[in-house]
């Protein structure tokens, strides 16, 4: 089983930035990447960002693209969203989710964090 934490969502203003963290604890070893998705209310969860945890590869949904980079620091099992140009359409729960096999780029991961509310104000 992998535990994973949620921190640094909040409130910003649109064009700010904001950088989620996510720490992994439990069987860390078992996992082939780390994800970052998203669900706003009344939406169905959505892809944005990913990291393969061996290579450091990394992919993001088209709506993300130069604005958010996703990272990863292998000896604090940690992965990081660095969101930048906030827009008020970001405004979303967060997830950090862990995922054993491939594709990354996917709403099926295994182990999901709590979540952390982005709110992006106009």
């Known amino acids: 089983q992998v535990q994973l934490v949620e921190s640094g969502g909040g409130l910003v203003q649109a064009g700010g930035s904001l950088r989620l963290s996510c720490e992994a604890s439990g069987r860390t070893f078992s996992r082939y990447a780390m994800g970052w998705l998203r669900q706003a209310p009344g939406k169905t969860r959505e892809f944005v960002a990913g990291i393969t945890w061996s290579g450091g590869t990394k992919y993001y949904a088209d709506s993300v693209k130069g604005r958010f980079t996703t990272s990863s620091d292998n000896a604090k099992n940690t992965v990081y969203l660095q969101m930048n140009s906030l827009k008020p359409e970001d405004t979303s729960v967060y997830y950090c989710?862990?995922?054993?096999?491939?594709?990354?780029?996917?709403?099926?991961?295994?182990?999901w964090g709590q979540g952390t509310q982005v709110t992006v104000s106009s």
């Open positions: 989710a862990s995922k054993l096999t491939s594709p990354v780029v996917s709403n099926l991961y295994d182990h």
